[in-house]
């Protein structure tokens, strides 16, 4: 998932970019509180905002995505672990908070709450079709057969298997796979798609490209037989 950090501590942002990286996930780093609010009208999955920054702190920007409308889930950070300043980060809109200096693994533990929260999700496997991919482990089977993916592969096949039937166009797949180091371009997301494509032979769904629009997962609709034998034992048709 694409994540934007807003950290002014570069020995704290650098270990949760890289920690991140590592798991999955596509992260951005402003070190500046003025730089991010540049920012807060861009697709990202989820901010990671710390409280105390240059020139516009943490409030101020989490006052400034809910004010626009936009209900990108927002995980706090902070040195300070009085109440007070964790009620106003709540009242403001604030969907967690977590106080520095903190385990990664809380850290990766929260950040999955919160983006199968917005997901609508209930838990950490996201199931599509005969594809279950456990949003924990970063691993996907087929039918129950481990599936061999890359880090990006799990990211991609994550994006449009939460959301069968939307078409999803190289630009914002680009957005959310990689970041402004990457340069990335149209055919690396197609080469991508390809190498799926062929990881997910026997999947009862496909990644169909629409030209000029994008790509979209499509399920495959059940066979005759397999509809009949789901049918109750002497029911009418």
């Known amino acids: 998932m694409r994540i934007l950090l807003v950290e002014d501590t570069a020995d704290v942002a650098e270990a949760i970019v890289s920690h991140l990286t590592r798991t999955g996930h596509t992260v ?37 995505l809910r004010a626009r409308g936009r209900h990108t889930p927002v995980l706090m950070l902070t040195a ?17 908070y977590l106080v520095k200096p903190f385990d990664f693994r809380e850290l990766e533990a ?10 609508g999700e209930p838990t950490n496997l996201l ?37 069968p039937g939307r078409i999803f166009n190289k630009d914002e797949l680009m957005d959310r796979l990689f970041t402004v180091d990457d340069t990335p371009n149209a055919n690396t997301v197609e080469q991508y798609v390809a190498r ?7 999947a009862a769904f496909e990644i169909r490209t629409l030209r000029g629009l994008g790509y979209q997962l499509v399920l495959h609709a059940p066979a005759a037989g397999d509809v009949a034998a789901s049918s109750p034992a002497g029911a009418l048709h």
Do not use: Y
């Open 196 to 202: 799926l494509r062929k990881k997910l032979a026997g």
């Open 80 to 96: 300070c672990g009085e109440i007070e300043e964790r009620v106003r980060a709540l009242d403001l809109g604030a969907d967690d």
């Open 28 to 64: 951005e780093w402003e070190n500046h509180g003025g730089q991010a609010a540049r920012r807060l009208d861009e697709a990202f999955d989820l901010l990671i905002l710390d409280v105390m920054l240059p020139q516009t702190d943490g409030f101020a920007l989490l006052e400034q």
């Open 110 to 119: 929260r950040i999955r709450v919160l983006l199968r929260r917005s997901g």
């Open 127 to 163: 199931q599509c079709a005969n594809l279950c991919i456990d949003r924990k482990s970063r691993s996907a089977t087929l039918d129950g057969q481990p599936i061999e993916l890359t880090r990006r592969e799990v990211t991609l096949l994550e994006i449009i298997a939460a959301r």
